[in-house]
């Protein structure tokens, strides 16, 4: 059986993903709307909103050079 508790510490919506990369929920939404913005798709679009897959987006943040919302130092 799934364990909800795992399953739900690898989603992410839109706020989640905003708290995580330090923007807006607006901007986030901005970003899913341009195409080449270079966000991931999210795995599902329910009523609440676009679910992504948190490695997913740990890697898209990384890549942008954020961390859980702090700019990475290089």
Not at 7 to 21: C, K
Request: net charge negative; glycine share 12%; hydrophobic share 40%.
């Amino acid at each position: 059986m799934v364990n909800a508790d795992d399953i739900h510490d690898q989603l992410m919506g839109t706020a989640e993903v905003a708290e995580y990369v330090g923007k807006t929920s607006q901007t986030i939404a901005g970003y899913l709307a341009k195409k080449g913005a270079g966000i991931p798709q999210p795995i599902a679009r329910l009523k609440c909103g676009p679910i992504w897959f948190r490695p997913d987006i740990e890697a898209w943040a990384r890549a942008r050079g954020y961390i859980g919302g702090e700019p990475v130092e290089q």
